[in-house]
């Protein structure tokens, strides 16, 4: 069975740093293209960023220069380290496996910025 | 940036209610177009693809189509375990933005 656990959530406050962590099973992790997509408290869904099975990395504009996207194929994690947090990242954290078709997501890390 | 015009924010509608949503694209994306359903406290669905495939195991009342800017997600006879948030996402080219989501309710 195809799985996705995201971890690293937590309170932090402005200026801070996060590193979210999602552990993937069930399929051939190397041979996929992975994603973050963010959800704001009642609001809808943010793509964030992707990394292509041969680390090319993407990100929104919100993030960029902020989060990095990375893999670490041997351990089959994909990471999003977060710096320079600030009030709008607040957020439920959701990875996925692909990039144009999203099929299985994780249940979501909830990242809190505030002081 | 592809902006996605979602269209309506919030439905509501009775069982068995043909429902329709409408997605627009500021710009032509071919088919690249998916339908995604999240229910409440879960994660998203992915239920149709490329504009108007339906996914596996997703049942046939639910379809989707349209090409090009305008796209139409379709729910033929509404069930209860429908209600849920609705959201288009194009994939023509990145960043994949999304529909601002239309929330389903009973009537």
């Known amino acids: 069975e195809v799985q996705l656990l995201e971890s690293g959530g937590g309170l932090v406050q402005p200026g801070g740093s996060l590193r979210l962590s999602c552990a993937a099973s069930?399929?051939?992790?190397?041979?996929?293209?992975m994603t973050w997509v963010r959800q704001a408290p009642g609001k809808g869904l943010e793509w964030v960023s992707t990394?292509?099975?041969?680390?090319?990395?993407y990100y929104a504009k919100s993030v960029k220069g902020r989060f990095t996207i990375s893999r670490d194929n041997a351990k089959n994690t994909l990471h999003l380290q977060m710096n320079n947090l600030r009030a709008e990242d607040t957020a439920i954290y959701y990875c996925?496996?692909?990039?144009?078709?999203?099929?299985?997501w994780g249940q979501g890390t909830l990242v809190t910025v505030s002081s | 940036d592809i902006q996605m015009t979602q269209s309506p924010s919030s439905l509501s509608a009775s069982v068995g209610d043909r429902v329709t949503i409408t997605c627009q694209a500021s710009?032509?994306?071919?088919?690249?177009l998916n339908w995604y359903q999240q229910k409440p406290g879960k994660a998203p669905d992915l239920l149709i693809y490329?504009?108007?495939n339906l996914e596996t195991g997703v049942p046939s009342r639910f379809s989707g189509s349209g090409s090009g800017t305008d796209f139409t997600f379709t729910i033929s006879s509404l069930q209860p375990e429908d209600i849920a948030t609705y959201y288009c996402?194009?994939?023509?080219?990145?960043?994949?933005?999304f529909g601002q989501g239309t929330k389903l309710e009973i009537k």
């Open positions: 996925a496996k692909g990039s144009r078709w999203l099929r299985v």
């Open positions: 996402q194009h994939f023509d080219n990145l960043p994949y933005s």
């Open positions: 069930g399929f051939t992790f190397s041979n996929y293209a």
């Open positions: 490329d504009g108007s």
């Open positions: 990394i292509s099975g041969s680390d090319i990395t």
């Open positions: 710009q032509d994306i071919s088919k690249s």
